[in-house]
């Protein structure tokens, strides 16, 4: 089967967001990227690290972006500017580049497109990657697609046919697995629930059909001309899409509800309200108040709920145990 070609260019607003027709019509409104929705979930610690690294070892190297900063120490873009210049003269980019050049070699080769003269390096990870994808047949390439139930757009790598006759998301990884998988499992369970969309009528195409409790990580590490094809845990990565759900929700409560001055003829006390059962569960001082939650509102109970209070009486029968 031939690949479905992916249509017109997204529009984009000034921050990057995908412009996308609702569902049911009208002007263009920002949906929010995938890889920035599921991001509430990343642990930034050991990036953000390497980053300070990369720019320390950059300016070390260089007087001339020593001399940018001292003259540009006020000018906050600037310094970003020069920050980057730094993690590039570092070579902290140039894993990047080569993983950016292998999805455009690996997408120019899957679209039956020549792809030309390599370097040796580079021909083996390509090689690496035919051999271990002969099984996938590709029905969509870098095919925008959006999730209107959260909003989200994004442009998975492959949905791909398998060699058990059913569609997956395939995602196309060239650094490590061993952080950001999470991540990764989420990112793909948005795609496999998402609808293909083109830009040029602003209409949602036929559904591609993957299946939504698993996909595949095609892994190309950069370099090292090998390629592991992975099953991924789809349905682990929608929990934790409905836990960046809840992460946005709260960022959008408004100061009043949280914060209120104390006393004086300004102070201002915060608004009465029920609490939910949640908060109630991680309120709960033992174990048997949270069963008596349960007993009391067993109508409004839900999977959700039953899980927290899990968690909650092992937390306590934790603090218990400490001395």
């Known amino acids: 089967m031939k690949f479905v070609a992916p249509g017109t260019e997204i529009p984009r607003d000034d921050w990057g967001r995908p412009l996308v027709v609702p569902i049911d019509g009208g002007d263009p409104v920002p949906y929010t990227r995938c890889t920035t929705y599921v991001g509430a979930i990343e642990d930034t610690y050991k990036l953000g690290r390497w980053q300070q ?162 996909g595949i990580v095609i892994h190309l590490p950069a370099g090292e001309g090998v390629c592991t094809l992975w099953w991924i845990d789809l349905l682990q990565g929608w929990e934790v899409v409905r836990l960046c759900r809840g992460v946005r929700d709260k960022r959008d409560v408004p100061k009043r509800a949280v914060l209120s001055k104390i006393g004086g003829p300004n102070g201002v006390p915060l608004p009465t309200r029920e609490p939910s059962l949640a908060e109630l569960i991680v309120a709960s001082k033992t174990p048997d108040a949270v069963r008596e939650l349960w007993r009391r509102h067993t109508s409004d109970w839900n999977d959700e709920l039953t899980q927290l209070a899990k968690d909650h009486i092992a937390e306590l029968a934790e603090q218990g145990a400490r001395p």
Not at 139 to 144: K, S
Not at 187 to 197: D, E, K, M, T
């Open 53 to 214: 690294r990369m720019v320390a070892v950059g300016l070390a190297d260089r007087r001339d972006l020593q001399l940018a900063v001292a003259a540009h120490r006020e000018d906050t873009q600037r310094l970003d500017a020069i920050c980057e210049n730094a993690i590039e003269a570092a070579r902290g980019r140039s894993a990047a580049t080569m993983g950016t050049a292998l999805h455009a070699i690996t997408e120019t080769h899957d679209r039956g497109d020549p792809v030309g003269v390599l370097p040796d390096e580079a021909q083996r990870d390509l090689d690496a990657y035919i051999a271990a994808t002969t099984e996938l047949k590709p029905i969509h390439i870098e095919q925008f697609c959006v999730l209107d139930l959260l909003k989200i757009g994004g442009t998975p790598d492959r949905i791909v046919r398998y060699s058990d006759g059913k569609r997956y998301v395939a995602d196309l990884k060239t650094g490590k697995l061993d952080y950001g998988y999470m991540k990764i499992a989420a990112q793909l369970a948005v795609y496999a629930r998402s609808r293909p969309y083109d830009a040029a009528t602003g209409k949602r195409l036929d559904p591609h059909g993957a299946e939504t409790d698993r």
